[in-house]
């Protein structure tokens, strides 16, 4: 069943209404899918609330809805995991944005890192970011997220120091770590954490003082394996075991 995001203030539970006001949804429901009066479709608040509603109207700029009934259903993970991706070029990060929203993960931070290629004025952050929140919308919808994942601003390392105390475990892949492996670690200090942060570094990787910066403030090297990764590849990687480890993946 085809499934919509909408905003807060379009859900009148009272009334039992419902309206789809997204531009680019209205125009997919009347262009592309074709739906009608008495079709149904699932409908989501973005904070894992659902809802099973039947079309009233369609015009150009809503859609108007019934509510059935809600749907209980919890597709969100009861692990938060951030990823800190150091910033690679744009189709990389489309492409990890999009993944990273399909498995599952709760907020994504894009860093600035020494090895980090792409400069961003505050003015092309913000078209980029309106790029990146479509691409998240998207895999939402598709992959039937119960919650939008939160795109952060762009954080020097600096920043995402101070981000992290809040995250339970904070682990960084890294190719000239051996001894330690990301299994191990989120075996042995992982077990019970609720809310899990993993640096990924840009194309080239970070630079040992940004690994030694992030081990000062806790955050653990571990190994993925001997194959060297490519960043978005780890990206994806770190998170899917994080969450068959911790949580409901598998």
């Given at each position: 069943?085809?499934?919509?995001?909408?905003?807060?203030?379009?859900?009148?539970?009272?009334?039992?209404?419902?309206?789809?006001?997204?531009?680019?949804?209205?125009?997919?429901?009347?262009?592309?899918?074709?739906?009608?009066?008495?079709?149904?479709?699932?409908?989501?608040?973005?904070?894992?609330?659902?809802?099973?509603?039947?079309?009233?109207?369609?015009?150009?700029?809503?859609?108007?809805?019934?509510?059935?009934?809600?749907?209980?259903?919890?597709?969100?993970?009861?692990?938060?995991?951030?990823?800190?991706?150091?910033?690679?070029?744009?189709?990389?990060?489309?492409?990890?944005?999009?993944?990273?929203?399909?498995?599952?993960?709760?907020?994504?931070?894009?860093?600035?890192?020494?090895?980090?290629?792409?400069?961003?004025?505050?003015?092309?952050?913000?078209?980029?970011?309106?790029?990146?929140?479509?691409?998240?919308?998207?895999?939402?919808?598709?992959?039937?997220?119960?919650?939008?994942?939160?795109?952060?601003?762009?954080?020097?390392?600096?920043?995402?120091?101070?981000?992290?105390?809040?995250?339970?475990?904070?682990?960084?892949?890294?190719?000239?770590?051996?001894?330690?492996g990301i299994k191990q670690t989120l075996r042995e200090k992982g077990s019970e954490a609720k809310s899990v942060g993993i640096f990924i570094g840009p194309e080239g990787g970070f630079e040992e003082e940004e690994i030694h910066v992030l081990s000062e403030n806790g955050v653990v090297p571990v190994t993925l394996g001997k194959r060297i990764l490519r960043t978005e590849t780890a990206?994806?990687?770190?998170?899917?075991?994080?969450?068959?480890?911790?949580?409901?993946?598998?």
């Amino acid at each position: 069943m085809d499934r919509f995001f909408v905003f807060e203030n379009d859900i009148d539970e009272a009334e039992g209404k419902c309206s789809i006001t997204n531009s680019e949804d209205v125009k997919h429901i009347a262009k592309v899918l074709r739906l009608k009066e008495g079709d149904e479709v699932e409908v989501c608040n973005g904070k894992n609330r659902e809802f099973l509603c039947e079309i009233e109207s369609v015009s150009k700029s809503s859609v108007d809805l019934a509510i059935k009934r809600e749907i209980d259903v919890n597709r969100e993970s009861p692990v938060s995991v951030t990823i800190y991706q150091g910033l690679p070029k744009a189709q990389k990060f489309e492409l990890i944005v999009q993944k990273l929203t399909e498995v599952g993960v709760s907020r994504i931070v894009p860093v600035i890192t020494e090895r980090t290629v792409v400069k961003l004025s505050s003015q092309k952050e913000e078209k980029k970011s309106g790029r990146w929140e479509k691409i998240i919308h998207s895999a939402a919808k598709q992959s039937k997220r119960g919650v939008l994942p939160v795109l952060e601003g762009a954080m020097n390392l600096k920043d995402a120091m101070e981000d992290i105390k809040g995250n339970e475990l904070n682990i960084v892949p890294y190719e000239n770590e051996s001894a330690v492996g990301i299994k191990q670690t989120l075996r042995e200090k992982g077990s019970e954490a609720k809310s899990v942060g993993i640096f990924i570094g840009p194309e080239g990787g970070f630079e040992e003082e940004e690994i030694h910066v992030l081990s000062e403030n806790g955050v653990v090297p571990v190994t993925l394996g001997k194959r060297i990764l490519r960043t978005e590849t780890a990206s994806i990687v770190s998170a899917a075991i994080v969450l068959y480890e911790l949580s409901d993946l598998g």
